[in-house]
């Protein structure tokens, strides 16, 4: 499993992580908004269409886009800390509506999530 998905999971009380993996790749596939002009489907052009298939796979690790997605869903503001740079500096994500009804923490060390 992911360390992104594992590390959502213990805000995210009656979803296990593979529950979580499912639901925002569940969400991607749908093709909704990610962020303000921009839509899964711009995504998928990105990535020739591989991005969903190898996201399920429980060996892909998650990043920013699994971050807004999961903001997307479940209205939360989610800020990471990097704790590999030096001056601490924060990354926020916002749902796309900007209400949020939870502020979840998590640390980014450069490879893995907390």
Known sequence: MSCLFNSLSYFI???SSTDIRNIICDYLESNHKIIEGMDTSSILKMENNNYIPHMRKTSTWG???????ACNIWEFKIIVHNIRDKNGKKIEFLPLDGNFNKIIEITWNGGHYE
Not at 63 to 69: D, L
């Open 13 to 15: 009380n009656d979803k």
């Open 63 to 69: 990043g920013g886009i699994e971050i807004q997605s």
